[in-house]
């Protein structure tokens, strides 16, 4: 769908309003679409909209249940709301889920990284690496990882990726 992706572009380069414009758009045509409400929830965590990121986000779990990537910027969404307790229980919910389904430590990392655990979050993200990850290669671009960028670590594996650093 093309609408999705030219919202995907105007978040990945920070101009929130114009991707939360173009989701909107595209929610039009297809409101149950997930992707869509996910994507527009990252957009909106980026404005301080928490109440309706975590309300896209719900909806675009509710489409695709128990998909740990939406869990985890769900676990995301609300630690940078503060609803530490609920991002705690995502991070319960995300290790039950591994027990039967992959899990990535990329979307663990979110949730580390919404609650401020830089330690965590690296932890995590240093997982996704070894493992892989094709989401490495948004780290630069990432903005639910932007409390991270000041770290030393951080930087240390945008390198061992081999990104340039934002």
């Known amino acids: 769908m093309v609408g999705i992706h030219l919202g995907w572009h105007y978040l990945y380069t920070r101009r929130y309003d114009q991707a939360i414009e173009q989701f909107h758009k595209t929610l039009e045509l297809d409101p149950a679409f997930p992707q869509t409400q996910r994507y527009a929830a990252w957009a909106y965590l980026q404005k301080g909209m928490h109440a309706e990121a975590i309300a896209a986000l719900r909806a675009a779990l509710s489409a695709r249940e128990r998909d740990p990537e939406i869990e985890g910027e769900l676990g995301h969404a609300l630690a940078v709301a503060g609803r530490r307790a609920e991002a705690l229980a995502v991070l319960e919910r995300l290790g039950h889920l591994s027990a039967t389904r992959y899990v990535s430590p990329y979307s663990v990392a979110l949730v580390h990284a919404g609650l401020g655990d830089r330690d965590q979050a690296l932890a995590w993200l240093d997982k996704a690496y070894a493992e892989r990850s094709d989401y490495m290669a948004y780290l630069t671009l990432e903005t639910m990882l ?14 061992r990726v081999g990104l340039t650093g934002r």
Do not use: K, P
């Open 146 to 159: 932007d409390g991270l960028r000041t770290d030393h670590r951080f930087a240390a594996l945008v390198g």
